[in-house]
């Protein structure tokens, strides 16, 4: 085979990625340097990177960013610490467990729109059940969705609630897979249970962790469905991320061209993370 | 021999519900001479695709349907979506260019303007002259001019309404007779009685709940807006940092701050009525479509002890709205004779009459005055606020301006900020910012 020949096999699958992954993006860039109001009916019109410039001093780029930001970190802190203590928990032999692996499987498996349809009638602060067992213990009940304030906590507890057993699988099957050595040798040498997981359990298993927060904090950045269907990104904008920001300016508002430049912004972020993640997990592997 | 008798008996008795059956139908093409001039059949063999959202008039035309493919051969394919994604699926749609839509449905003083400078809807004027088009018993000039007009742009009609509706204050007999409330008529009384009752039920019946949602709350806060003196726009500019404006929105957030559910800023229609329904607050302010959910007994805890009124005045006077859905031709559809053959159809005085008898507000006068309306009529005291509030009303409910949605956000954060308690001119002046620079990137 000459040297040429094989460019000739690759050749389908470069063009086809080209099609549906660079087109796109490459399409995008150009459409955010453009000012496009479709409800106008006229054409796009270029405009340079006043898109972008634009987004400097708008409130509401910064307010959804800052949502993205909370709204991420919340999710991943706590899905990454319960996920991890689950799967720990759950490490070892006893009657039941493949019952119990799979029981932690079902909320992955719901469809996010039902989960977040129930959620949002269990947070109604008249109805919902989760104000009704508060004023059952004696607590004050909470406006959930309807505050502000805690809208976004509301949002964390659904998304944690459907997604740390991914978390939990990941790191389990990590755990389930490791080298008994190293744990035999800190037993004869007398290493308590804490000392254990933290300088052997936890430095074997940390590429896994660090795949699993990658995973989740690229769905968690672009979360749309949930918050969409629970919120609407409100009340106001309280809870609209960075992706509803887009969606609302594009298909309510319908400029294509600002909506362009905030998918960019919110391309680049997923990119940068991902790139810092991958950093991390190679730093951790050495 | 025997039982051949049985055998022929049998098939008597079988055969008699077709004898009954052709009878019918020789009874059914005596029909009125009007309809058999009228060529219904002109269109057959056509497939139109309409697009509707999840309204009850929907709920009222899509049983019917088949009866509308019986006469006239056009094969009826309906699409229904819930409200918010409707409109995007329906701009979305329009965009593309490439849509096979034929019939969609419209709010005129939402979307038209927007509609017309794009092109998406298609005039109507040659259609409603034709003779061979226009059925004869259609009667043009029996639809309230306001809502026909409400279709109008640049002397082209673009859409016909199905119905014309307006908001009423709906209240609770049964708790303002606990409380000893009378029907408010003034902006100061409905407070005075929203307080009343909120505070002498212990806070466990609200005076009273509105939309609190963003910009689903505009549609009636733009009542008190007007009752206020307030105005979308003033000069071509953003209103809502007025005077009368900050009033308004701040009476409108007061209300349910202090007397209103405490979900309000997470309500919209669906939510505040249903507060209303289940007995936990007083009075609701919203569209008077909504009267069929209200008298339910079976979605309703206070079905047949609903009063109704029209809104009461504040500084400027008493200013409801009226708003109408209405049907239009897509611009691109290549069957627009079928589509208005079903525009017709769905617009008729019968289909009106149906629909008002199921408490769908008609845009026929001839549906209002009929007997069999009047003779039936369960609820004369909405009847009456209908019509007085259609007198008074403002067509205005949205921003005249192309950029609705914007526009109805940015009034939406001012009004959530004012049920939060918070700074109402700080945020009215910021709303108007955003407005003002809507307004400048068309």
């Known amino acids: ?286 | 021999m025997k039982k051949i008798l049985y055998i022929s008996l049998i098939v008597l008795l079988l055969s008699s519900p077709l004898w009954a059956g052709g009878n019918k139908e020789t009874a059914g093409t005596d029909q009125p001479a009007s309809v058999q001039g009228f060529d219904w059949q002109s269109q057959s063999g056509t497939t139109i695709k309409i697009m509707a959202n999840k309204h009850p008039w929907v709920d009222i035309i899509e049983p019917k349907i088949a009866e509308f493919e019986a006469m006239t051969g056009i094969k009826v394919d309906l699409a229904i979506y819930p409200e918010d994604q409707f409109r995007t699926k329906r701009t979305v749609e329009m965009v593309s260019g490439a849509s096979d839509v034929d019939v969609f449905m419209l709010m005129p003083g939402n979307s038209l303007a927007q509609y017309h400078q794009a092109g998406w809807v298609a005039s109507l004027d040659e259609m409603m002259k034709s003779e061979n088009l226009l059925w004869p018993e259609y009667d043009l000039d029996d639809i309230f001019s306001s809502a026909l007009g409400a279709g109008v742009k640049d002397g082209n009609h673009y859409t016909i309404p199905i119905l014309l509706e307006t908001s009423l204050l709906a209240y609770n007999k049964e708790i303002f007779k606990k409380y000893g409330v009378s029907v408010p008529k003034t902006m100061e009384e409905l407070e005075a009685a929203a307080k009343t009752i909120y505070e002498g039920s212990g806070g466990d019946i609200y005076g009273i709940t509105l939309r609190g949602k963003k910009a689903s709350a505009t549609s009636q806060w733009v009542d008190f807006l007007h009752s206020f003196g307030g105005e979308w726009l003033v000069n071509g500019k953003s209103g809502l940092g007025t005077e009368e404006a900050i009033a308004a929105t701040e009476y409108y957030g007061r209300l349910l701050r202090l007397y209103g559910p405490k979900s309000a800023p997470s309500n919209s229609w669906y939510e505040s009525i249903s507060i209303f329904m289940q007995g936990k607050a007083a009075m609701v302010y919203d569209a008077s479509v909504f009267k069929p959910n209200y008298e339910n007994p079976e979605k309703s805890a206070i079905a047949g002890k609903v009063g109704y009124a029209t809104i009461p005045a504040g500084p400027a006077g008493a200013v409801p709205h009226v708003s109408n859905w209405a049907l239009s031709i897509y611009e691109n559809s290549k069957n627009k004779e079928a589509a208005w053959l079903f525009i017709q159809w769905a617009t008729s005085k019968e289909i009106a009459l149906e629909g008002l008898l199921a408490g769908i507000p008609s845009a026929r006068d001839s549906a209002w005055n009929s007997d069999a309306f009047k003779q039936g009529d369960t609820t004369p005291e909405w009847t009456q606020a209908s019509i007085d509030s259609y007198k008074i009303a403002s067509p205005i409910w949205n921003p005249p301006v192309i950029p609705v949605g914007e526009c109805r956000d940015a009034a939406g954060s001012a009004i959530v900020a004012a049920i939060l308690g918070e700074d109402v001119r700080a945020a009215s002046l910021a709303a108007e910012k955003v407005m003002n620079k809507v307004l400048d990137n068309q």
Request: glycine fraction near 6%.
């Open chain 1, 1 to 286: 085979m000459d040297g040429k020949t094989k460019y000739g096999f690759t050749l389908p699958a470069l063009i086809l990625i080209g099609i549906i992954v660079l087109f796109p993006i490459i399409y995008n860039l150009f459409m955010s340097m453009n000012s496009w109001f479709v409800a106008s009916g006229k054409g796009p019109e270029w405009i340079g990177l006043k898109n972008y410039i634009n987004l400097l001093d708008n409130p509401r780029f910064w307010n959804s960013l800052k949502v993205t930001f909370i709204f991420s970190l919340g999710t991943l802190t706590v899905e990454v610490v319960l996920g991890t203590m689950l799967a720990l928990f759950l490490n070892r032999e006893f009657k039941g467990k493949s019952i119990v692996k799979l029981i932690f499987l079902f909320p992955i498996a719901a469809t996010p729109v039902a989960v977040s349809l129930i959620w949002g009638m269990m947070f109604n602060y008249d109805l919902g059940i989760i104000n009704i067992i508060m004023q059952n213990l004696g607590m004050e009940p909470l406006l959930w969705l309807a505050s502000p304030k805690i809208v976004i906590p509301a949002l964390i507890i659904t998304d944690t609630w459907q997604w740390t057993p991914l978390i939990l699988l990941i790191v389990l099957a990590s755990l389930e897979s490791l080298p008994t050595d190293p744990f035999e040798s800190a037993k004869v040498d007398g290493a308590n249970i804490f000392q254990v997981i933290y300088h052997i359990t936890l430095p074997l298993v940390r590429p896994a962790i660090v795949v699993a927060a990658m995973i989740r904090s690229i769905d968690a950045i672009k979360t749309f469905d949930m918050i969409y269907v629970m919120t609407q990104g409100g009340p106001d904008v309280a809870s609209e991320n960075l992706n509803l920001y887009i969606f609302q300016t594009g298909f309510s508002y319908f400029r294509m061209g600002a909506a362009s430049s905030l998918a960019i912004v919110l391309f680049t972020l997923v990119l940068v993370i991902n790139i810092l993640l991958s950093v991390i997990r190679k730093t951790g592997a050495k």
